[in-house]
């Protein structure tokens, strides 16, 4: 096992999710200029950012109590980190960086880390108030595995300015080099979510020309969808974090009596169609999220299966039962049991020629993206592999043009 797990990354990557790791005492995360480990943060991620060998960034579980008897340890060593399984070594890793944006305030006094936070490379932003679930009466109809109404006011500011926000991302565009900013929201009455992001997203296209994604709930006029995807919108992001019917109505109380599930698919469904339908120089994907670990390994295959045969992309994230949440006396997954569902992952997006790994310089520390699962699959895919790495350049290029346009402003 510690030999496989030295020469596949993203094995690593996924047993850490699922075992967590204790921080030896000589650690000095923040001293060594790593990231602060938030107690909870965007409804799921909670731990410490690092990287490992193959530039794979991620979030390791360090706050949770199953993470207090991991095998795994860190430990500081002449001013580097080794990661540790027992008392052996497993390799080298490094402390994500903290960028010193990090320490310094908006114009208007906010901490620029209540704005927004960097998820691996990439800039995420939970707007407006907390998810209406999370205050509805008589009883709150949250998510069981959520942590968004525990977190913020805590890690997030209350209100965000159009003003604040894009002095954060500007700071983050220009000192962390990001290139894609990713908007959360939860539900709000009256589906304004869509709204309040408007003008948040159009700002950022004409002033700073970068890439913007929206994760909201699916909104009930679906042709909306069409005017984001008119206005420059590069990823719409659909959380439906369970594909069995009967689990999903019991963990996602509020998404079930406001939405459905049906309705989620819908969204991910007619999204996915839009595809050729928007300005062509804005690439555009759709992605259904779901959380393994919550349901059957198999359920989630089958999630994986539907989603990407309608052209969309799923999103995978590993289960955490978060301090504070209604399942935090869960235990995580089991990496044996996540094995088969994120070599689907890989085999189901290639099968189905989805794009993956094409824009430019975004690691995700939240998730296993689909292109970091290749190793855990004996499946070769030559020619779509070839074709993913000629639209990367491609991309790449014609992006690199575009910031420079913007990189005056
Ligand atoms: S919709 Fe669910 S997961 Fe999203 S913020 Fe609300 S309670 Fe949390």
Known sequence: ????????????????????????????????????????????????????????????????????????????????YMLRWERLDVMPVELAPRPEWYDRSTTTGKPMTQIGTLQGTYLGIYQAKVCEYWTAKPQKSNCKFCSVGLNLGIDDADTKSLDEVMEVVRAARDESGITYVDFNTGHYEGDTYLDILEPFIVRI???????????????RDLTRYRHLREIGVNRVSFCFEIFDRKLFEEICPGKHAEYGLDHYLEAVRYCATLTHKGPRHEPWVTNGEIIAGLEPPESSIRAIDWITSVGAVPTVCVFRPLIGTDLEHLDPPRTEDMVPVFRRLYEACMEHKLPMGVAPNIHVSLVMLPEECRSLSPNRYPWQSLKLKAMAGVFGWQYGRRLAQHAAT
């Open 1 to 80: 096992m510690l030999q496989e797990l030295r020469q596949n990354p993203a094995l690593l990557k996924l047993d850490l999710y699922c075992k967590g790791i204790r921080l030896d005492e000589n650690c000095l995360v923040e001293e060594d200029g790593g990231r602060k480990i938030l107690r909870t943060r965007a409804g799921l991620g909670s731990g410490l950012e690092l990287i490992l060998p193959g530039n794979l960034w991620t979030n390791v579980p360090v706050t949770e109590k199953f993470a207090s008897h991991s095998p795994y340890s860190l430990h500081r060593e002449n001013g580097r």
């Open 205 to 219: 296209k004409k002033e700073l020309g970068l890439l913007v994604g929206v994760q909201t709930p699916p909104h």
